[in-house]
């Protein structure tokens, strides 16, 4: 008489399903890592010898006592988004140059930053090169 039951159990683990998975999700990785841009990367700039003059920006400075300057022309602070805009005009492919002192509030400059934001300006932060 045979008394074994029918079903047996394999107790062994099929890996093949495992190593698909590992293999999706390795190319997935590999995928979106080249899609990932680092922008903080240092770059050592060339130097110019003349002065160029960028006809499609507009100047936006910030002195020491925390007067605005749209393009050397003296701005009150609650009217500094309406001169940004005049100056900039209907062409939205100017930028403006944020030029503040190193002595002035972070919140002055972070206000700048948002009138261009708002209007979806393109922006640069002026620096002085060592």
Do not use: H, W
Not at 57 to 64: D, E, H, K, Q, R
């Amino acid at each position: 008489m045979n008394i074994r039951g029918r079903n047996k159990v394999n107790p062994n683990f099929n890996m093949s399903s495992m190593t698909d998975i590992v293999f999706l999700l390795l190319i997935f990785f590999m995928l979106t890592s080249t899609l990932v841009t680092v922008s903080a990367i240092d770059v050592l700039l060339p130097k110019a010898g003349g002065k160029t003059e960028n006809k499609t920006s507009v100047a936006v400075s910030i002195t020491n006592a925390s007067l605005f300057y749209v393009d050397k022309t003296k701005v009150s602070e609650a009217n500094l988004e309406t001169e940004i805009l005049k100056n900039v005009g209907k062409d939205k492919a100017k930028t403006v140059v944020i030029r503040g002192d190193k002595d002035v509030p972070y919140k002055k400059v972070m206000k700048i930053i948002d009138i261009a934001n708002r209007n979806k300006l393109k922006m640069i932060l002026a620096v002085k090169s060592r």
